[in-house]
């Protein structure tokens, strides 16, 4: 007899699903060399990423904190990578 498994949510954490929204919006990117997150500092992309957050929450998260977690998240987000030497990448 076949046995399937449940399958585990793509993102598992608040954290994950914050930064999937604001790279989905555009509002953030990753460093090309070494993968860090790096804020494009677009205030257009995140304005879409806050809309998203709006409209799409997490269940069991209201639209207002799922809006403070994706400021979280980007306020820990620097707009360097930082394993780049002066801005390079």
């Known amino acids: ?34 993968g860090w997150a790096k804020d494009r500092a677009d205030p257009h992309a995140l304005a879409h990423a806050i809309d998203l957050a709006r409209e799409a929450p997490p269940a069991g998260l209201s639209p207002d904190d799922a809006i403070a977690e994706l400021r979280d998240v980007l306020d820990s987000i620097g707009d360097t990578c930082p394993e780049c030497r002066d801005g390079d990448c």
């Open 1 to 34: 007899m076949l046995m399937t498994r449940d399958r585990r949510p793509a993102i598992r954490t608040l954290r994950g699903w914050a930064i999937h929204v604001l790279q989905e919006a555009g509002a953030i990117h990753d460093c090309e060399e070494h």
